[in-house]
């Protein structure tokens, strides 16, 4: 497929990791992993809850969510769904999304772990990477993202990674109100924290408006 689909060949590497848009195995490894828990029962991370389905649908949702993300990809508006390879396993997914970026160069990400792989580490680097794919592979401008206050952990991620507080926002999720903290990092402030390589990116960069 890498002729007419440049993104097969996309890689990045961390000294830990390997980030790549997913074969089809590596999509069902994943959708495997969504099955098994992303979080624990009495918490909620997403702005959809998708991941209090059962275990049949979380994964089908998960199939689902690459699938679209493959077929709307167009360079006005994109979302790279990236699979998070660790020792040869799927460790979970991270997402880098824009809109119109060759005029904003503003790019936008969003991940889950599997719940086993969880506080090792792993969130660090895998959104590290993506964030250097962005700012040194795309020159983006600024990154932004997003946490509920009671998802401890994604915000130390971006406090650790240098973001800025960017304002709240309220929601209604399920029936309940729900805080959530937005962050900014604009490419002045970004300095990556481990070696990132990037592998094949040339001839994708028509894909996503660059």
């Known amino acids: 497929m890498t002729p007419h689909w440049p993104l097969a060949q996309l890689r990045l590497h961390t000294p830990e990791l390997r980030l790549v848009i997913p074969t089809f195995d590596q999509l069902y490894q994943l959708a495997e992993l969504a099955a098994d828990g992303v979080h624990p029962d009495d918490q909620m991370p997403f702005g959809q809850p998708w991941s209090a389905a059962p275990p049949a649908e979380r994964a089908r949702s998960v199939l689902q969510w690459h699938w679209r993300s493959w077929a709307e990809l167009d360079p006005e508006k994109w979302?790279?769904?990236?699979?998070?390879?660790?020792?040869?396993?799927?460790?979970?997914?991270?997402?880098?999304?824009?809109?119109?970026?060759?005029?904003?160069?503003?790019?936008?990400?969003?991940?889950?772990?599997?719940?086993?792989?969880?506080?090792?580490?792993?969130?660090?680097?895998?959104?590290?990477?993506?964030?250097?794919?962005?700012?040194?592979?795309l020159e983006a401008l600024e990154a932004t993202t997003s946490a509920f206050v009671d998802n401890a952990a994604s915000q130390r991620v971006s406090e650790k990674l240098g973001y800025l507080d960017n304002g709240n926002d309220q929601h209604v999720i399920a029936g309940r109100p729900r805080r959530e903290r937005r962050f900014l990092l604009p490419r002045e402030r970004w300095h990556c924290p481990i070696e990132v390589s990037i592998d094949n990116l040339t001839p994708c960069l028509p894909m996503l408006g660059v």
Not at 115 to 134: D, N, P
Request: proline residues 0%; glycine residues 16%.
């Open 79 to 137: 979302t790279l769904a990236f699979v998070v390879i660790r020792d040869g396993m799927v460790v979970g997914t991270q997402d880098l999304m824009a809109t119109n970026f060759g005029v904003g160069r503003s790019v936008q990400t969003g991940s889950w772990l599997g719940q086993r792989f969880q506080g090792q580490g792993i969130g660090t680097q895998m959104r590290a990477a993506v964030l250097e794919f962005a700012f040194r592979g």
